[in-house]
């Protein structure tokens, strides 16, 4: 459990380096991450390098005893370069090029960018791989952040050409897989198929699928590239990337099996007021908090796209500048998002930014000191946290890196698939159907019922769960099929799953295609419905409604749930369960809390806004709500806090040896 932050040195007079990293020690800052965005300091002009500063900097902080997460530059290669090769630069929907002048300008596709980046990224490994300092790489910077994965550029249609023709062989049978007979779209070689845009109507899905997976997979190579020469040069040293939140234009888990750590960029407020999936009430409600599940959400699934290893690369210190509005945090809020990642196996939590920018375009962002150099709030929450991390250390009689290794107890899986996400949001078939919205709906009801989740991808070992939970998998592989049937604990599909193949047709028997070996039944037709219609469901299991999505069941399975025309909602026996429609989050919460009694786990309904985390043998408790709370569990004892949680408030206990799990 440590802490560090972001940090521009080539922003600041070099006079101010040293202070800046002594205070950075004095608060209880461990690691500072560096570089991502030097590109054209460390090369203004081709072939001229500039390397004095970088080096300055670095022994800088190593005189300090700071660990440094050195970024490759790549996320924003300079003027000179774009205007050595300009198709680099990618093209969106529209076919307008993307110019210079913020970040992110390239491609993935681009080879000639690839180039100069193997070039770069060579460079600092050769000079920096070894350097006492540097304890880890970071590659590039929030891949795919300003909707950057797809292009539409020249370097695109060949990439993509080139993909297809290794995946398909031979033209026929990808016109069979995108079943091109429908409306006369057969293809008679692979030069002719073009990128999927700029079509009079919508394009094929089965080619839109290929195309997002062929994007995925440009960046997969592109971050490899980085990784192979980090590897080389820099050998026993951590390889990351930060991702960030709700994006899902590329396989995170595919990236994630070349790195050793998953970060991510965490941002409460700001994206709690720019995204959709939240209600006005939730935004007016948790407005200087974040939402109670946004933060744990990612957590838990980035830290499975890390093979079970998570760092937060940046943590919102303040008001950010990017969202629609930008509110400060309440008092505390660093805090307790701080605590939160530790409590999701967190093994650093690094703050963006140590000092706030005059210029630029973020210079609205604050960072742990003001842009005059002083202290901001967030330096004195950051200082707690340190102070706290020691005294858990403690009480515990363990050292930092032994609290990093504490186990996860999540006992509950809920499956997330980049493909499906791709596959069901590009034909959702309801404006109000989302599979992000749903898969995080259920992860939220699933934590307000007192339960901790391990958020895990379709090719994960499943044998160590009590409860697995198929939100939407659209695609039911050979593989999958085959660890479900071995699957030993409670399982539950949800809507949408098993309703594609894996070129996006069908099943011939209907969904859930393969699953029916698992759970007898198909789905004959499917009510997708407005936010507005929301038809009363009753049955054994409780009593509610249902939204968006409502699925035609035939079968012979018992009947645990029923709309009110009698027609099956929820269908199951003894650990197999399918759900055919979205429930509101009483009626799914009370479906999830028999499933638990099923699977052995114990439940308890949360006060609203409060959420726990078990972690070996702690318990984490945090209050998101307005109001100060009361929770305390059974046969443990206080460690930080008290058991009345003030808002914006956490608090730790240590279960007792013979109760812990």
């Known amino acids: 459990m440590k802490l560090g932050v972001c940090y521009y040195p080539e922003h600041w007079p070099k006079s101010r380096w040293q202070q800046d990293a002594k205070e950075m020690r004095e608060i209880g800052i461990e690691y500072v991450r ?97 350097h006492p300092a540097v304890a880890s790489w970071q590659t590039d910077n929030e891949y795919g952040c300003h909707d950057t994965i797809l292009s539409y550029a020249e370097a695109d249609l060949i990439a993509f050409r080139i993909w297809l023709k290794d995946k398909y062989t031979t033209i026929d049978a990808l016109n069979s897989a995108w079943g091109n007979v429908f409306w006369s779209m057969d293809y008679c070689s692979f030069d002719e198929v073009d990128l999927p845009n700029l079509t009079v109507t919508e394009a094929n899905p089965s080619h839109r699928l290929d195309f997002q997976r062929c994007c995925s997979d440009q960046v997969v190579a592109f971050n490899k590239l980085q990784v192979d020469i980090l590897r080389q040069y820099s050998k026993e040293r951590d390889l990351v990337h930060n991702y960030m939140g709700f994006f899902t234009a590329f396989d995170h888990h595919k990236v994630g099996q070349d790195l050793d750590v998953a970060s991510w960029d965490t941002y409460p407020l700001g994206f709690l007021d720019q995204e959709d999936i939240y209600t006005p009430e939730e935004k007016q409600t948790y407005l200087r908090v974040g939402h109670p599940d946004f933060g744990a959400f990612h957590h838990d699934l980035y830290r499975g796209c890390g093979k079970g290893r998570l760092w937060i690369m940046e943590q919102q210190p303040g008001p950010v500048n990017w969202a629609p509005h930008n509110p400060t945090p309440a008092d505390g809020a660093v805090r307790l998002w701080t605590w939160e990642a530790f409590s999701h196996g967190a093994e650093l939590v690094s703050y963006f ?93 699933l934590r307000e019922i007192g339960l901790s989740i391990n958020i895990v991808s379709a090719d994960a070992p499943l044998d160590t769960y009590e409860m697995l939970i198929l939100p939407a998998q659209a695609h039911i592989s050979c593989d999958l099929q085959k660890r479900l049937d071995d699957y030993k604990g409670v399982l539950l599909a949800g809507p949408r799953t098993g309703s594609k193949t894996d070129s996006y047709q069908i099943p011939e028997n209907l969904a859930p295609g393969p699953l029916a070996t698992l759970l007898p039944l198909s789905v004959e037709r499917v009510d997708a419905l407005p936010k507005h219609t929301q038809p009363e469901v009753s049955g054994h299991w409780g009593e509610g409604k249902l939204h968006t999505w409502h699925e035609q069941i035939a079968t012979d399975l018992p009947c645990l749930l029923k709309d009110n025309a009698g027609n099956p909602v929820l269908v199951g026996d003894n650990k ?86």
């Open 34 to 130: 560096i570089g991502e965005f030097s590109w054209s300091t460390i090369e203004p002009q081709p072939g001229e390098l500039h390397w004095e500063w970088l080096d300055e900097s670095l022994d800088t902080l190593y005189a300090q005893g700071l660990k440094v997460i050195l970024g490759t530059p790549t996320a924003t290669p300079p003027k000179w370069l774009v205007d050595r090769h300009p198709s680099m630069l990618a093209k969106d929907e529209l076919g307008r090029v993307r110019h210079f002048g913020s970040r992110r300008h390239y491609t993935f596709a681009s080879l000639e960018y690839r180039e100069e980046c193997h070039r770069i990224v060579t460079l600092m490994a050769k000079r920096y791989g070894q």
């Open 353 to 445: 930014r140590w000092r706030q920018a005059p210029f630029g375009q973020e210079q609205m962002h604050t960072g742990l000191l003001r842009p005059n150099g002083q202290k901001a709030e967030a330096a004195k929450e950051a200082a707690q946290v340190a102070q706290e991390v020691r005294e858990l250390s403690q009480v515990m009689g363990l050292d930092a890196d032994d609290l990093m290794a504490l186990p996860e107890s999540g006992k509950v899986a809920l499956m997330f698939d980049y493909d499906a996400c791709w596959s069901l949001d590009i034909q959702p078939q309801s404006r109000a159907y989302s599979y992000m919205s749903w898969c995080y709906r259920l992860y939220e009801a």
């Open 576 to 661: 197999r369960f399918y759900l055919g429609s979205c429930l509101d989050k009483p009626l799914l919460k009370a479906c999830l809390v028999k499933l638990s009694e099923k699977a052995g786990l114990a439940t308890e309904y949360l006060p609203s806004g409060v959420r726990i985390r078990e972690r070996g043998k702690l318990i984490f408790a945090f209050n998101y709500g307005l109001q100060a709370a009361y929770y305390h569990p059974d046969n443990a004892q206080l460690i930080i806090g008290a058991d009345t949680l003030p808002a914006a408030g956490l608090a730790i206990w240590q279960r007792d040896t013979a109760d812990s799990k």
